[in-house]
């Protein structure tokens, strides 16, 4: 009975200590970290992925989805995050979502990377054959482009244990895949209408990781966690819009020109600096066409030169088309989304030009009407004889009386007008206008 006893109240001063514990084992649910990647593909696309990673080891997280929906973008940074992919301790899954959403060039390429490879119902993928800048390269160098594209593709798709040959075509041949017929040929693993669908489906399969270990996904009931991009990420995706960088970098320019012209106001020449250095940030970031660059510096140099010499504009023209053809050929990428759209150049060149040229036109026009003061001011003008001109006498030219000497002319009466025609120290020299005025 003592025991018995003994036993009851052990068992009662350890119950608060198990309750805890049994509750956290009932209410713990597997955590599934969601990155959605609705862009293209660029630097701060891959860092973006590589925080979500990074974020899901440290919650242990069950596996990572991979909402992606992308017209494609530069291959170092598919590279790069295809890498990350690799080497992410968290199982990853690409999801191409939403209805309507695919996953071009690049985006494919991360679809395959994936341990698990997922389409929405009516998405699309493929067509990831490279494209070439400029001129086109002669056949050698195209095949070796090719050649490496679909080396690299191999490199995991045949260890993921996907269709080989049917991805290899979407580089060579440009192909391009529904959900179903990407299923059919073994590029991707399910069809999931949505994220709790994809969950489920995957509950309790054994999937093979990169490094050849095999583990099993454990998604009944998870808790989806979603890591948007920060403040930092999304403001840096802005700046690498093309279309945006050009236009800060035409603004900032034209406000530093307008402080040249009018120095001493600060406000623009400092608003126009720092819209520049935000401009050369965001194309930093970008594949840049160096022939592009010489051009935006030559429109920089005739512009400048259409203020220093009177070329009737054409200096200005010619900038103004360099200053076109540069902005619109700056960004050296196949896709058109990373690309600097021909209205966008067209309008701030064409606008920078004409805004320049009036500068340029203004601060030429005050160089040349110099301001006169004194005695000289009064060139040109016309004055009235106050006292008889014989041929010296007295004239009033704007409300003052002045000493004035007749010049070709023998004399004229008090009230006529004449005009000054020189300044000989404190005496005007006139001549008759052939009108006179009575006073």
């Not at 025991?3 to 009932?26: E, I």
């Not at 798709?157 to 073994?186: H, I, P």
């Not at 966008?344 to 006169?372: D, H, Q």
């Not at 004229?412 to 025609?421: D, E, M, N, Q, T």
Request: charged letters at 15%.
């Amino acid at each position: 009975m003592k025991t018995s006893l003994k036993f009851l109240f052990a068992l009662v001063c350890l119950l608060p200590c198990l309750l805890p514990v049994a509750a956290r084992a009932d209410t713990a649910k597997p955590v599934v970290v969601k990155l959605i990647i609705h862009d293209t593909v660029q630097p701060i696309t891959a860092d973006y992925l590589q925080r979500g990673l990074d974020a899901a080891a440290r919650l242990h997280a069950s596996a990572v989805i991979v909402s992606l929906g992308t017209p494609g973008g530069l291959l170092e940074s598919t590279r790069v995050m295809v890498e990350s992919i690799e080497k992410s301790s968290v199982p990853v899954i690409v999801y191409i979502s939403p209805t309507g959403s695919r996953a071009g060039s690049a985006g494919f390429f991360l679809l395959e990377a994936a341990d698990i490879a997922a389409m929405a119902p009516g998405t699309n993928a493929g067509a990831s054959h490279p494209v070439t800048e400029g001129r086109e390269p002669d056949a050698i160098l195209k095949q070796k482009i090719e050649n490496d594209a679909a080396a690299f593709l191999r490199s995991y798709v045949s260890r993921r244990g996907r269709n080989v040959q049917a991805a290899e075509d979407a580089v060579r041949n440009s192909k391009s895949y529904s959900d179903e017929e990407a299923l059919n040929l073994k590029l991707i693993d399910l069809i999931a209408s949505n994220d709790q669908s994809l969950l489920s489906s995957l509950d309790g399969r054994e999937i093979k990781r990169f490094d050849g270990s095999s583990t099993t996904l454990h998604l009944q009931g998870a808790t989806i966690t979603e890591i948007a991009p920060s403040l930092r990420e999304r403001l840096l995706t802005r700046l690498t819009d093309p279309n945006l960088a050009v236009l800060l970098l035409v603004l900032g320019g034209l406000l530093i020109y307008l402080e040249f012209n009018v120095p001493g106001t600060i406000i623009p020449g400092s608003i126009g600096t720092l819209l520049v250095l935000l401009s050369l940030f965001g194309l930093n970031l970008l594949p840049i066409r160096h022939t592009a660059v010489l051009l935006l510096i030559a429109a920089l140099v005739l512009m400048v030169l259409e203020t220093k010499f009177a070329s009737h504009g054409m200096l200005a023209l010619s900038g103004t088309i360099c200053l076109v053809f540069g902005l619109a050929t700056l960004v050296n990428t196949s896709v058109p989304e990373m690309q600097v759209h021909t209205g966008t150049a067209l309008g701030a060149g064409i606008g920078f030009g004409t805004i320049s040229f009036g500068l340029a036109w203004i601060a030429l026009r005050a160089r040349r009407g110099k301001v006169l003061t004194g005695p000289q001011a009064m060139v040109g003008g016309v004055a009235i004889a106050q006292t008889p001109l014989t041929p010296n006498g007295q004239v009033e030219i704007r409300g003052e009386l002045w000493q004035a000497s007749l010049r070709n002319h023998a004399a004229l009466p008090a009230g006529a007008a004449v005009l000054v025609r020189s300044v000989d120290g404190l005496t005007l020299i006139v001549e008759p206008t052939g009108d006179s005025v009575q006073s």
